[in-house]
């Protein structure tokens, strides 16, 4: 930054980093890039061409013309005779939302499962170790048409299976309970949610950092703002009701209904998810030395103390690349919805592509969907490994 | 090795089973909770799947009230999907070269008969598969578009592991070149295949191949379909084989450079053997993802095992048995997949205690 006020030698200047960069053959591999960019440009015109010829104007036009079709669910209004632009929007926020779900709650199955692999007991072991022999060996297209069939086999609502009388499994979705907010409760809540988050993330952060970890003080925050926030509820007299869903005749009315493709999509997708997550517990936990658990006893801290303050801090180091590299692969699976009938950006990309010929910019945006994420992932990664296992590499 | 290795002593099996299972009075309660859940979730499926199954008979014995899965349904659709829409008459081809490509699976995995003569014989088989299916060899001709089933999954596994290999191979030297442009362009290829879902790499194979080829050029559907598979796993694969060649030190490369071999023949004779040996469980991990992912053509309309399993319950005959298709297709992809995995364990340990001696 500041290196022309600093004494001593320069550095190599621009032109010099440039023929360091380049390397040897500099023409032949101008040659190359040219010859790269001429196939790109053949293609390019022949594309052009073949659209010409369909009666086609390439390019992202078509995006604000009127898209007659409907779509399934979604998660903002849309109506046939939107834009195409908000079409594809709408698919986007469906990826999005399975994909957020998805891995909330392969997160806590597979975190489970993993923990009842080491759990010491065998029978539970071999149970585990055979769900994620099945799962793996067997491809995940199948396994969500499988999901998707059982869903479409279930009874009508009205012999729906139900559980505790809050859960209804039927083949025209699954009811389940939603919580409502009333009046200034947001405003409440709101601050109660951040501070929550606020909280878990800085513990994450102690963790991941292998720094002190300040359980009481971590724990308090969350305690504190929960507490502030019930007392202010009932002080105030407003309240988050629970709505439960129920049988009424032909059809289940209320709670949180998820179509079935939904439900196919996202079940299948953690069920897959929770496999790999499993392991990825079981690997990372088994890396951490038997030295590192022996120490540790010996220096007299309690099993969860070993735990929390020798074996997860080094754990996770392994763990979070990992978990966070099937957090993107659920994501890319999530294109498989097409396969099944869920309208995310896949399927809507593609219904577009169909209406409008426009195939090449469906494909555009398709990858750059995907792209964008996992590249902006995989720099973040690379981020957390320069500051994380680098700086724990040195400090051993 | 000059000493004796033991192998350190184990308690007796009762033992373990008997401190694994009922160690303690959690540990007991464990087993008796997880064996109760497993007896609740499992009771439903081995009633459906075996007690109240329908073996044999047909589509109107299975209907009955209170019937479980009608196996008779995949009796009578095996051969369709096992091979789709093929000829019937003519089914022997694709049998054959399912037959062919298994042996030569199998004759492969042995680590007894690795050598480079096995190359020549897996590019004269996929040839002679492709000729016996098209029947080039022996008339009737049978149009790609009837091709299907398992051969297709095989098939399109294998040559798509064998196209990549050199791809991939290129792409990881170049990803690790001195030259700069070369690097670039190695790196972008790789990031934007394993970046964007391989849904989209097919639509790309399917839907703008025919838009950028010269007007009146076509290429065959299954054949766009290979190239978008191959090109898809050369990034995984050049991934996983640059994985390898960082295994190797770089001080090896300077010192066979100092003794006069050139890049290509450093590369061949001294980088290669050492960085592909590391490698080769992954690469057998890659191909069953190759397996799995290649279900992915039922998406793009090519009838592979998958597909033509959830077709065969489209029969009007034999309407919509589409749970009892789907687990024999989980079946036989579990088959092939399980065994992979195994072999690729046992071959790590394999390879491990070779390094070791």
């Known amino acids: 930054m500041t290196s022309t006020l600093q004494p001593g030698p320069q550095g190599p200047g621009f032109p010099s980093r440039l023929r360091t960069w380049l390397g040897p053959l500099p023409f032949q591999q101008l040659l190359l890039f040219a010859g790269v960019l001429a196939i790109f440009a053949l293609f390019g015109s022949n594309t052009a061409d073949s659209m010409q010829r369909m009666g086609l104007t390439p390019g992202f036009g078509f995006l604000f013309h009127q898209a007659n079709f409907e779509i399934g669910e979604t998660v903002f209004p849309y109506a046939a005779g939107d834009t195409y632009a908000r079409a594809l929007a709408a698919g986007l926020a469906n990826t999005v939302k399975v994909a957020m779900v998805g891995c909330v709650l392969a997160t806590v199955l597979g975190v489970a499962l993993g923990i009842a692999r080491l759990s010491g007991n065998l029978l539970l072991a071999t149970f585990v170790h055979a769900y994620v022999e099945l799962l793996r060996n067997t491809p995940l297209l199948l396994q969500l048409f499988l999901w998707s069939a059982i869903i479409h086999a279930l009874p009508p609502p009205r012999g729906a299976y139900a559980f505790l009388d809050s859960v209804y499994l039927s083949n025209r979705g699954v009811y389940v309970p939603s919580v409502s907010l009333h009046g200034l409760s947001w405003a409440i809540w709101l601050p109660a949610i951040l501070l929550t988050a606020y909280a878990s993330l800085s513990l994450a952060r102690r963790l991941l950092t292998g720094a002190a970890f300040y359980m009481p003080k971590a724990a308090v925050t969350v305690l504190g703002s929960l507490i502030v926030c019930s007392f202010a509820l009932t002080s105030f007299g407003l309240a988050a009701t629970v709505d439960l869903p129920a049988k009424g005749g032909f059809n289940i009315k209320g709670g949180l209904s998820l179509t079935p493709e939904f439900f196919a999509l996202l079940i299948g997708l953690v069920v897959n998810a929770s496999a790999s997550i499993s392991e990825i517990v079981r690997s990372g936990i088994q890396s951490v030395k038997s030295g590192q658990w022996e120490a540790a006893r010996a220096l007299g801290l309690s099993p969860a103390q070993i735990l929390r303050l020798v074996v997860l801090p080094q754990a996770l180091r392994v763990i979070t690349p990992l978990m966070i590299s099937s957090f993107l692969d659920l994501t890319k699976n999530s294109s498989l919805a097409v396969a099944i009938g869920y309208p995310d950006i896949v399927s809507v990309a593609n219904t577009t592509a169909n209406t409008t010929g426009q195939a090449l910019e469906a494909i555009c945006i398709i990858a750059a969907v995907y792209l964008t994420l996992s590249l902006s992932v995989s720099a973040l990664m690379n981020l957390y490994n320069r500051r994380v296992v680098l700086r724990g590499e040195l400090r051993r | ?357």
């Not at chain 2, 000059?2 to 350190?8: A, G, V, Y």
């Not at chain 2, 051969?151 to 592991?161: F, R």
């Open chain 2, 1 to 357: 090795m000059s000493h004796i290795e033991l192998p350190p002593p184990t308690a007796p099996d009762w033992h373990r089973w008997r401190s694994g299972l009922f160690g303690g009075w959690g540990n007991s309660l464990i087993t008796l909770a997880a064996l109760g859940a497993f007896v609740w979730l499992l009771q439903p499926f081995l009633r459906w799947a075996i007690f109240d199954a329908v073996w044999t008979g047909t589509a109107g014995e299975c209907a009955v009230d209170g019937a479980g899965a009608c196996w008779a349904f995949i009796g009578a659709k095996l051969r369709f999907i096992l091979f789709a829409f093929y000829p019937p008459d003519l089914q022997w081809r694709p049998a054959l070269v399912v037959v062919v490509v298994i042996a030569l699976l199998v004759l492969s995995a042995l680590p007894r008969f690795w050598s480079f003569r096995l190359v020549p014989l897996w590019i004269a088989a996929l040839v002679f598969s492709w000729l016996l299916m098209a029947g080039t060899l022996t008339p009737p001709q049978v149009s790609t578009n009837n091709w299907g089933g398992l051969p297709i999954t095989l098939v399109v596994s294998i040559a798509g592991l064998a196209f990549a290999f050199p791809i991939a191979l290129l792409l990881a030297l170049a990803r690790q070149s001195s030259m700069g442009i070369v690097r670039t362009l190695a790196i972008a290829f790789i990031e934007t295949l394993r970046g964007v879902p391989m849904i989209a790499v097919l639509y790309v194979a399917m839907l703008i191949v025919p838009l950028a080829l010269p007007s009146g050029a076509a290429i065959d559907k299954l054949l766009r379909a290979q190239i978008g598979v191959t090109l898809f796993f050369s990034a995984y694969l050049a991934e996983v084989i640059r994985a390898g060649l960082q295994v190797v030190p770089w001080g090896q490369r300077e010192a066979a450079l100092s003794l006069g071999l050139g890049y290509i023949q450093t590369i061949r004779l001294v980088v290669l053997p050492q960085a592909l040996r590391a490698v080769i469980p992954a690469i057998v991990n890659l191909s069953i993802g190759i397996v799995l992912n290649t279900s992915l053509l039922a998406v793009i309309g090519i009838y592979d095992l998958l597909n033509a399993a959830r077709t065969s319950a489209t029969d009007p005959t034999w309407l919509g048995f589409y749970t009892e298709a789907y687990v024999f297709a989980a079946v036989v992809y579990f088959a092939i997949c399980f065994t992979g995995s195994r072999y690729s364990i046992w071959l790590e340990k394999r390879l491990n205690d070779a390094a070791r001696h």
